[in-house]
């Protein structure tokens, strides 16, 4: 089976840069995923890394290290509308998707 | 495109009960799923249909059971409600081949009494 580790909280100030954390456990492993969660909605896919190293897209970044079994999500230039939660996800060698317990970004002014 | 439709909404039901959640997707993916998400936790697999025509059990399959009807809907449907069933249910999508880029539903709240 699968299991994945992220902090359940993090906060930050508009204008920085936050680093979501996530290690994983695993008995196959084919890449991790990262989605974004707004109170009350759905999630909403961000990005994946099935190779090691960084995947940019805008102001947001993926990371993995497959030799750590680890990951980090990187959100620069934090504005409001990013407090949500994050979830990091796990595809097995099944192709199913093993969530994390996510992790809650409040953004300060 | 609607992309991945849920009804309903909002549902209470008492012990014993019966529903259907419904799920349809006009994004013509392959793949479908049903999660649920309990308060403060991540989305767990309950049940997966790789293409028209196959189901998969996920994580936590008990007390449930699902439809692949066509292509675009995929149902999920639980015999006997019981009140650890009380939680938020997302059907998603995706293409062939990239199951790891996923489309949800808006949910259905669902609450059993």
């Known amino acids: 089976g699968q299991s994945l580790e992220q902090p359940s909280e993090v906060t930050a100030v508009e204008g920085a840069i936050v680093q979501i954390n996530c290690t994983y456990q695993?008995?196959?492993?084919?890449?991790l995923s990262w989605y974004q969660q707004h109170d009350g909605g759905a999630p909403t896919f961000l990005s994946y890394?099935?190779?090691?190293g960084l995947e940019e897209t805008g102001r947001f970044s993926s990371f993995l290290s497959r030799s750590d079994s680890y990951g980090y999500l990187l959100l620069q230039e934090l504005q409001m509308k990013d407090s949500a939660s994050y979830f990091c996800?796990?595809?097995?060698?099944?192709?199913?998707?093993?969530f994390g317990s996510g992790t809650r970004l409040l953004v300060r002014p | 495109n609607a992309g991945v439709t849920q009804t309903p909404k909002f549902q209470v039901l008492k012990t014993g009960q019966s529903m259907t959640l419904q799920c349809a997707q006009d994004?013509?993916?392959?793949?479908m799923y049903w999660y649920r998400q309990d308060p403060g936790m991540g989305l767990r697999l309950i049940y997966y249909?790789?293409?028209?025509?196959?189901?998969d059990k996920g994580e936590v399959p008990n007390g449930y059971n699902v439809s692949r009807l066509n292509k675009r809907e995929f149902s999920l449907r639980l015999e006997s409600a019981a009140p650890s069933q009380t939680s938020v249910y997302f059907c998603?999508?995706?293409?062939?081949?990239?199951?790891?880029?996923?489309?949800f539903g808006p949910g259905t709240r669902l609450t059993v009494l």
């Open positions: 695993t008995s196959g492993f084919y890449g």
């Open positions: 890394n099935a190779l090691d």
């Open positions: 249909s790789a293409s028209e025509g196959t189901t």
């Open positions: 998603a999508s995706s293409e062939l081949g990239k199951h790891n880029e996923q489309f």
């Open positions: 996800a796990a595809m097995d060698s099944s192709y199913k998707l093993i």
């Open positions: 994004m013509n993916h392959n793949s």
